[in-house]
């Protein structure tokens, strides 16, 4: 058995690299690219609107990835006194490194509802809330928090690309290389890549075993026709590699 890694670069050849040091077979193709988002230049005008005692959020990695360089290019700073939340363990470190601030994140779960529930939002009425991530996404924080009466507001640090892929070509490799399973890390790519088959090998997709980081997208799957679903908990690397290393041979 073959492992199709789906997510973007550079997490899609670390883990590949990983699980084949294990001897687990793995081909990395990004379905995206990530690159600085278009309005990235509106981040230090939209931090210094905030006042001691507002939130920022951070909803990816690459959120906070690309708001830290293009703060350092800018000869910015992460202001001081505020409520710094993250989404995953992940993102909560590189945010704690950037910012140089304690960060809060959900414990054990890693999706927007669990970040909801955190004991620091839940009165934040008439607070600020900066919310960094890319473009398009889930609405659920924005709603949720705007429900709660803060002032929201996002701030797309960075934007994912698809990539233009020869579906048919792809198909013929991945069927020649044995990919019977597939790590596939969010919605919008889970949609993406069945959206992307033709639909004559639309049953040999359904029938690899499809690893997913949460239950939403499990769902999301099981409706779309996927057969063989495992829920991993997280998308970070490292709780991939894991549940890989013990659940495929």
């Known amino acids: 058995m073959t492992v199709l890694i789906t997510r973007p670069a550079p997490e899609c050849d670390q883990l590949v690299a990983q699980l084949n040091q294990v001897a687990i077979s793995a081909i990395a193709q990004p379905l995206l690219e990530v690159r600085q988002g278009k309005y990235i230049n509106k981040l230090t005008e939209q931090i210094q609107q905030l006042q001691p005692g507002d939130y920022i959020i951070a909803v990816s990695y690459h959120a906070v990835r690309f708001a830290a360089d293009y703060l350092i290019s800018q000869g910015a700073e992460w202001p001081e006194n505020m409520h710094y939340i993250a989404v995953g363990d992940k993102t909560a470190a590189a945010l704690a490194q950037a910012c140089q601030q304690p960060v809060s994140s959900p414990i054990g779960s890693h999706d927007s509802e ?6 620091e939002l839940a009165n934040i009425r ?59 890390t969010s919605g919008e790519q889970l949609i993406y890549l069945t959206g992307l088959i033709p639909i004559e ?49």
Do not use: M
Request: glycine share 4%.
């Open 114 to 119: 669990a970040l909801l529930a955190l004991p």
């Open 126 to 184: 008439q607070r600020r809330v900066l919310i960094l991530r890319g473009n398009g996404g889930r609405e659920l924080i924005y709603q949720a928090l705007t429900a709660r009466q803060a002032q929201v507001s996002y701030c797309e640090t960075y934007q994912r690309c698809w990539l233009d892929l020869d579906a048919t070509q792809l198909i013929q490799q991945w069927q020649q290389q044995q990919i019977q399973a597939l790590v596939v």
């Open 201 to 249: 090998d639309l049953a040999w997709l359904y029938n690899c075993h499809l690893f997913v980081p949460s239950q939403r997208i499990a769902n999301q799957a099981s409706t779309l026709g996927y057969k063989h679903i495992s829920t991993v908990g997280s998308a970070a690397n490292q709780a991939l590699f894991t549940f890989l290393k013990s659940n495929v041979s």
